[in-house]
T-cell receptor, first 113, second 110 residues
């Protein structure tokens, strides 16, 4: 079945540690995205990538980094510079081009202890 | 910069009643999406609206788009408990970015 797989589903981190969230898609989509969701809030765009080896900052990129070495993979690293990293992180993909519908993974919940 | 505003943010309904969720956006948007999110879960796509006057229906939900008024609506007919969830609208321009509203938490009571 085609879809988007995020891992881990739950992650606990100590302050000062970097963590990497995995996102893999087998939909053959060109574009991939990372969103952050806080309780009672909408989704805010962290980074997005339209093609392999290219990505752009979204609205809240500070403290995060990404790579896009393969079409199917778009990992997100939450660095120690991110001041408030506890949140629900959602990866999405779309076929590409304006008008593309987003398909979401199941999400990764990060808690900083 | 596109801004998307939903209202109401909280909606408590009785089963069998009708109601509408409104989604206003600030600048021209080429496309408008509605998503559903159950607690602790991801987002599920409900509707994609790509042109002025577009209307789509699925079961008890109907979405419409008025690009001149910069308004989309999600109408709920004869609500049932299974519709309890958070509903998001999202708008996008000619680039790849979508901007989401804050969501409407819908609770349908017996």
């Amino acid at each position: 079945d085609g879809g988007i797989t995020q891992s881990p589903k739950y992650l606990f981190r100590k302050e000062g540690q970097n963590v990497t969230l995995s996102c893999e898609q087998n939909l053959n989509h060109d574009a991939m995205y990372w969103y952050r969701q806080d309780p009672g809030q909408g989704l805010r765009l962290i980074y997005y990538s339209q093609i392999v080896n290219d990505f752009q900052k979204g609205d809240i990129a500070e403290g995060y980094s990404v790579s896009r070495e393969k079409k199917e993979s778009f990992p997100l690293t939450v660095t120690s510079a991110q001041k408030n990293p506890t949140a629900f992180y959602l990866c999405a993909s779309s076929i590409g081009g304006a008008g593309g519908e987003l398909f979401f993974g199941e999400g990764s919940r990060l808690t900083v202890l | 910069e596109l801004k998307v505003e939903q209202n109401p943010l909280f909606l408590s309904m009785q089963e069998g009643k009708n109601y509408t969720i409104y989604c206003n956006y600030s600048t021209t948007s080429d496309r408008l999406y509605w998503y559903r999110q159950d607690p602790g879960k991801s987002l599920e796509s409900l509707f994609v609206l790509l042109s002025n006057g577009a209307v789509k229906q699925e079961g008890r939900l109907m979405a419409s788009l008025d690009t001149k008024a910069r308004l989309s609506t999600l109408h709920i007919t004869a609500a049932v408990h299974d519709l309890s969830a958070t509903y998001f609208c999202a708008g996008g321009g000619s680039n790849y970015k979508l901007t989401f509203g804050k969501g409407t938490l819908l609770t349908v009571n017996p």
